[in-house]
């Protein structure tokens, strides 16, 4: 523990729960310890990305129990984890063995979730850009679809007429099983990362519920397709307060309340609630929960929770920032202008927030020695930088930890979300290996690969290398 910047690390184990993370960050030092042991990070493979599957599974277990405690005896509750926050066929897999569906939001998405096994209809398909093709596919596999806007629907309308379109194969399809509701957007506001607010006035998500004639044309759009059962919203992300979270839930709640006295019947039985749980990038403990979360809404919104409505959750980061570690290797320790600079293998390519947003994005970095132990020392003031090419490709800058020294570690925290699974080629930096580790219940740690290593001769590949000449041998005009 003692090579970590422990920023704010004194509320921990004063929120409920297992908000602590104290046997988490145990399990993520022995994790470190053996990977180095094992030859997972070494000289020759100076990065890797680690997962702990433990805190996964307990987190998993953590947004099943809070809603289980807040929702009436018997509703339908389907937590689909937002695949983008973590696009690994393997994570997926694990969720889904924890009751654990998933949010997609394009046909790569899609194509995963199924790989992993993920049943249609514990599936939701989100995207604001879909094609014909991705529709038709989704109303034949019977994967929930929340149209986006005014247009979406009317191509799904032609795909529910049972004997005009053509399905897959061109057979005529059969009217779907899928479960199909219209997102909107309440425009209660942003929060303070502008790129992940999806609920100002102008996001491009969703049916902008306050403009005017709006809402008039959901409540039509409802009363004439008695197929369209579900509402979703998502109304933001990391950096939107709790507050507003709950204003844009209680706002989609007010509006199948209004669509289905309105329609006479109560066609809408399932909101969609969104994800955007924000993690706490400053500390170990996890806050705040989703057991806080689940309260508040019952609090604010009781109606949701009465056994009127299904429920959908899509939680990304929430679930799996905190249990992801990237690791790098101090290649070089040098100093420049009096400031201490650790040259490491991990930037741009795996933390592409944080270092174009630093502001944003500040990460935690752990301090390792070459055996990968926690290093001990006086906290020294340097920057943390990576290996591409550019000056600003710095993981942390003006940091306090023990002197990071030629051949040590620095381990990048709680990037298990939208991190080291969003690879980024700069420098045509190869993707990392990603291994998930548990404890071996003989007081070590095993590990599973999750992705391994991206080759050069597939970054060749990847690269058009299959395509050599093809520039040279057009006319030269
Ligand atoms: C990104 C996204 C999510 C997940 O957001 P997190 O902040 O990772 O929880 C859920 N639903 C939709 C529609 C999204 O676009």
């Given at each position: 523990m003692s090579g970590i910047d422990r920023t704010g690390d004194d509320v921990h184990d004063v929120h409920e729960g297992r908000a602590g993370g104290g046997e988490r960050s145990v399990r993520r030092d022995e994790a470190v310890r053996a990977a180095v042991e094992q030859g997972l990070l070494g000289p020759d493979t100076p990065i890797a990305g680690l997962l702990d599957v433990t805190g996964i599974r307990e987190s998993a277990a953590e947004l099943r129990a809070a809603f289980d405690a807040v929702v009436a005896p018997g509703t339908p509750v389907l937590h689909a984890f937002a695949v983008k926050a973590n696009p690994l066929v393997p994570v997926l897999r694990l969720l889904r063995d924890e009751g654990i569906g998933a949010e997609v939001a394009s046909p790569g998405e899609l194509a995963l979730a199924r790989a992993a096994g993920v049943a249609p209809e514990r599936t939701v398909l989100d995207s604001p850009a879909k094609t014909p093709a991705e529709l038709r596919e989704a109303l034949a596999l019977g994967i929930a679809v929340n149209a986006d806007n005014p247009q979406e629907l009317a191509r799904i309308d032609a795909l529910m007429l049972p004997h005009s379109p053509r399905g897959v194969g061109g057979t005529p399809m059969a009217p779907s099983r899928s479960a199909l509701g219209i997102r909107v957007n309440p425009q209660i506001g942003g929060g303070s990362i502008e790129a992940l607010s999806?609920?100002?006035?102008?996001?491009?998500?969703?049916?902008?519920?306050?403009?005017?004639g709006a809402r008039e044309w959901v409540v039509r759009a409802y009363a004439e397709r008695p197929w369209l059962t579900r509402l979703h919203a998502h109304t933001g992300s990391q950096g939107i307060p709790l507050s507003r979270m709950i204003e844009g839930v209680a706002a989609t709640y007010a509006l199948a309340e209004e669509i289905n006295r309105r329609i006479g019947r109560p066609q809408v039985d399932t909101v969609d609630i969104g994800g955007g749980l924000p993690v706490n990038f400053a500390s170990e403990a996890t806050t705040p929960t989703y057991a806080q979360y689940a309260r508040m809404l019952r609090e604010a919104v009781p109606g949701l929770f009465d056994g009127r409505y299904g429920l959908v959750t899509e939680f990304g980061r929430s679930l799996l920032a905190k249990h992801g570690t990237v690791v790098a290797r101090v290649e070089y320790a040098k100093s420049a202008g009096g400031r201490p600079v650790a040259v490491t293998h991990?930037?741009?390519?795996?933390?592409t927030r944080t270092v174009y947003a630093p502001g944003s994005w500040p990460l935690r970095i752990a301090a390792y020695d070459g055996k990968g132990r926690p290093k001990e020392g006086p906290a020294v003031v340097q920057d943390v930088a990576g290996?591409?090419?550019?000056?600003?490709?710095?993981?942390?800058?003006?940091r306090e930890l023990p002197l990071l020294e030629q051949g040590d570690y620095a381990a990048a925290l709680d990037t298990g979300a939208y991190y080291f699974a969003h690879h980024y080629a700069y420098n045509s930096l190869a993707r990392p290996g990603i291994y998930g580790f548990a404890p071996d219940g003989a007081g070590g740690m095993t590990f599973a690969t999750v992705r391994t290593a991206q080759t050069l001769d597939e970054i060749v590949a990847e690269s058009g290398g299959a395509h050599a000449a093809a520039l040279t041998a057009l006319p030269e005009g």
């Open positions: 999806t609920a100002t006035a102008t996001s491009k998500f969703g049916v902008a519920l306050r403009d005017e991990a930037g741009v390519q795996v933390a290996p591409a090419c550019f000056a600003g490709d710095l993981l942390a800058e003006g």
